[in-house]
Nanobody, 119 residues
Framework: QVQLVESGGGLVQAGGSLRLSCAAS????????MGWFRQAPGKEREFVAS????????NYADSVKGRFTISRDNAKNTVYLQMNSLKPEDTAVYYC????????????WGQGTQVTVSS
């Protein structure tokens, strides 16, 4: 399995921005589609965004469209989540995940990074 380590979380005021990073190791990074998920206190984990192995295809949850951008750098084995116009409801632990090209679900997960947006 690929190992994933997230970074970049923190405390930000509403309207501010953060960029999350997820560094992958252990396997060929371009063999994986990548995704970001989040889990707020008392809620189930939800999908945020995903990106194909080449970076040519992206998908977003409706709640973040137009505010968040997912990208990847295969030379650096890293996937990013640029978050702009943050809202208090974006507060959650954000998780990076990897899915092999043939898989239908994400099988590798990072430990998560906390994002807190104050009003």
């Amino acid at each position: 399995q690929v190992q994933l380590v997230e970074s970049g979380g923190g405390l930000v005021q509403a309207g501010g921005s953060l960029r999350l990073s997820c560094a992958a190791s252990g396997r060929t990074f371009s063999d994986y589609h990548m995704g970001w998920f989040r889990q707020a206190p008392g809620k189930e984990r939800e999908f945020v965004a995903s990106i194909s192995w080449s970076g040519g295809s992206t998908n977003y949850a409706d709640s973040v469209k137009g505010r968040f951008t997912i990208s990847r750098d295969n030379a650096k084995n890293t996937v990013y989540l640029q978050m702009n116009s943050l809202k208090p409801e974006d507060t959650a632990v954000y998780y990076c995940a990897a899915r092999t090209l043939r898989a239908t679900t994400f099988g590798s997960w990072g430990q998560g990074t906390q994002v807190t947006v104050s009003s």
